[in-house]
């Protein structure tokens, strides 16, 4: 139900040094789990080493709330918010770990700071690395557990593998845990025939896919706490580091011995965080041994923000806030701390220049799409995409320097080329659409674009439809029913597609299997030409090519750019996309060798 209207809770400020922590008392079992919530809110110096537990937990919706009694006073929070609250009353969780121990307060972001507050958001947001660092543990409650009785079972099960995988030594020190799900990756070897190995690789995927993997505050909560979280679902309690051992030792025996397709088993994100900071030494902080604290905040800012790249933020803001628990703010600008009255493209370029100034190389321009937020320069990446981001390759490090306003960004780089035939981006079909819907399209895109590539490249107008086609075919994710079928109908069009057997691609040409689902897979991005015949297409799907735009890539990121001349200022270039072209490797393609042996050039982005 939505909140409905209640009087703030009169907060008091807090002073620098001081946080607040819930009380949540007890019931007596008599009054079962609906009993009202009661609490206290009290304030506590960190520097007097309090003991609480942090909480950690998915917001969800903030217009479905109830209520929960403060200091006598009711106090909206979140449905998940409060099965957390109602989980932790009834366990008592930290007094289950340790009988002799009292039961602990707790912090919640959602109470503990005062939300209304943005000076006080402000403040704390940064402090929360010291927040998570100074708890006793992390109770991370996670939402979702089923109704089922049955899937109840298969869960129930998983908490037993999960203990034999702590047994093997997840709670030892930080740096186990690789060598925990090698040794338990053997024991899974060694009970194959006892074990239900696919239920249990259903049941693992399921959990680790649940919202609270893929949070962006989940790295300074699994990295920052002296303990790893542990992870509450239902009435089960699950060390962070024996389900990660548990998750490798699963995933290590699919990719091992089986062949068959993957049941969407692609996360949790987060194993990625718990690998930078559990023990692999290559993709930890940024490593750089720097006198200057500002650099290296630079250089911190930007590992975090790599690691961090495919998580989520409810608000938008947090995808850079999140991680500033993890650094030095002391050395950050005022204009860095959290505001969030500022719109959230200004956000990202005072982020994005911070970094650029501090490290000098233009890899920020990875973290998301360039070219799309209003106010702000075309070379601030928007990362609400959240695409998978590559560090800066540190043999091949590019320059970047910043105008003082920061609205000018000069960086190296080397013209692919330029377009000489660009086919807009198409509105898609809807679902009732057939064949005929399309065939005029494509005979035009065929006409401007694939007749075009041949023709300046001297190969047969069949080759060139093929490896277009083929373009389609590996942009097609096989999880997806949908995605299948048009897999197994292209399959059928290009016959074997690593063989290049195209020997019914004249099939696609005549419209016999053309409809809304090719349509709208192979037309929803601009493509384009260049002049040595070589196909491109625009990666966002806002974007279109125009005649005469440049095609460059700059020393340092992995993306390939569309560029377009500034009508205004003449020299300078403003992003129009990044793009993908036919045999285009990124890294693989523009690594140290690659710039080693071009004359490269100056651009200026605006």
Known sequence: MAAPETAPYPYRPLSDSEIRVLHVEECASSDGPTAPIRCRLVHVKLSDQPSYVALSYVWGDPRVTSPVLIDGIPFQVTTNL????????????????????????????????????????????PRMGDIYSSCYRVFAWLPGWPSSPDRQAKINDLFDVVRVAVDYGAKAQRGTWKVVGSAFAEYLRGILNTLDIEALERTVGEMGNNPWFGRAWIAQEVALPKEPPLLVFGPNRYDFLGFAAVWQAVRHHRDSWYAKPDPGFGGPETYS??????????????????????????????????????????????????????????????????????????????FTAFILLKTGNPGILNMGRCGRMPGVPSWVPDPRARIPMEFPDEDCPGIAILSPDHGLLKAEGVTLGRCVAVFPRQSPLPDTATGGSSAPIFKQFES???????????????IILEHWLERGYWSLDDSQPSDMALSSILSDVLGDPMGRSGANVAKYREGIVWGFKFHNLLFQQSQFVLEDGKMGYCRSDEANAQEGD??????????????????QLGHSYKIVSECSLDGDAGRTTYGETYFLLRTLQSFSLV
């Open 82 to 125: 409060r099965g957390a609250l109602e989980e932790y009353r009834r366990e008592m969780l930290v007094r289950a770990d340790d009988p002799g121990r009292p039961s602990l307060p707790l912090w919640a972001d959602a109470v503990c700071i005062n939300q209304a507050d943005l000076r006080e958001k402000a403040l704390q947001i």
């Open 550 to 567: 440049v095609v460059a890539v700059l020393k340092g990121c992995t993306k390939v750019f569309v560029l377009r001349l500034d009508s």
């Open 273 to 350: 965080v718990a690998r930078v900071y559990y023990g692999d030494p290559d993709i930890g902080h940024s490593g750089r041994q720097v006198s200057n604290a500002e650099v290296r905040c630079g250089f911190d800012l930007l590992a975090h923000l790599v690691h961090t790249a495919e998580l989520r933020a409810t608000v938008d803001h947090d995808i850079f806030y999140s991680v500033l628990g993890m650094v030095d703010t002391s050395v950050l600008p005022e204009s860095l701390l959290p505001d969030y009255g500022l719109s959230f493209p200004l956000v990202a370029h005072r």
């Open 448 to 462: 401007i674009i694939l007749r075009e590539s041949a023709e300046r490249q001297g190969r047969p107008l069949d």
